[in-house]
Nanobody, 125 residues
Framework: VQLQASGGGLVQPGGSLTLSCAAS????????IAWFRQAPGKERQFVAG????????LYADSVKGRFTISRDNAENTVTLQMNSLRPEDTAIYYC???????????????????WGQGTLVTVSS
């Protein structure tokens, strides 16, 4: 499956952004999908994940209550709604696919075998 992330940009602290992950080449419902992020000089970290059917989601503690992940398998897209953004949310955000039916979604990026190209989110005044 090919994944393409979009929706990044510059936003002020407290603002919102919506990231989208579009899939092509294979039905998205065969994959657990997660968002990861990587800030300069830091390791890639798990942000949020959603199971194949969309019933199970998992969030990093740092984004819980502020970010919401959802999916529309008919449209082959996964969305990450990000609210109350903070400067520390600044990073390149990647969507990734895990071909295993993991419940809950796995947080180790090594389990994900398909990656999008990333979209930059900058939170700054």
């Amino acid at each position: 499956v090919q994944l393409q992330a979009s929706g990044g940009g510059l936003v002020q602290p407290g603002g919102s952004l919506t990231l989208s992950c579009a899939a092509s080449g294979f039905p998205l419902n065969y994959f657990t999908i997660a968002w990861f992020r990587q800030a300069p000089g830091k390791e890639r970290q798990f942000v949020a994940g959603i199971s194949r059917g969309g019933r199970h989601s998992l969030y990093a503690d740092s984004v819980k209550g502020r970010f919401t992940i959802s999916r529309d398998n008919a449209e082959n897209t996964v969305t990450l709604q990000m609210n109350s953004l903070r400067p520390e949310d600044t990073a390149i955000y990647y969507c990734a696919g895990d071909s295993a039916p993991a419940i809950p979604p796995r947080t180790d990026p090594r389990f994900y075998d398909s990656w999008g190209q990333g979209t930059l989110v900058t939170v700054s005044s």
